[in-house]
């Protein structure tokens, strides 16, 4: 796995978990076109994250999402998007 794109994940999950949300209830949405999204989890250092290829999602972009259920669900762009 590359280090930047691991690097990238980690930086999007902090403030997730630091927020109460709970590594084994986030999913990293990617194309699934990705490379990344070969793979079926990815470890950080806040654990495994499950990768979820989603094919509305163009190459380029990622978010991790929480799983619904809990008020507030968690979200957080890890790449390709830029606020206007």
């Known amino acids: ?3 930047k794109a691991v ?37 950080t ?3 495994q994250i499950r990768v979820k290829p989603d094919g509305f999602v163009r190459k380029g972009l990622s978010y991790i999402i929480e799983d619904p259920g809990r008020k507030g669900r968690g979200f957080a762009w890890v790449s390709g998007y830029k606020a206007q």
Do not use: F, K
Request: hydrophobic share 40%.
């Open 45 to 47: 250092r806040y654990g």
């Open 1 to 3: 796995m590359n280090p």
């Open 7 to 43: 690097q990238m994940i980690e930086n999007a999950l902090d403030p997730l978990i630091r927020s109460g949300c709970r590594i084994e209830r986030l999913n990293l949405v990617v194309c699934p076109a990705a490379e990344i999204a070969q793979h079926q989890t990815v470890r």
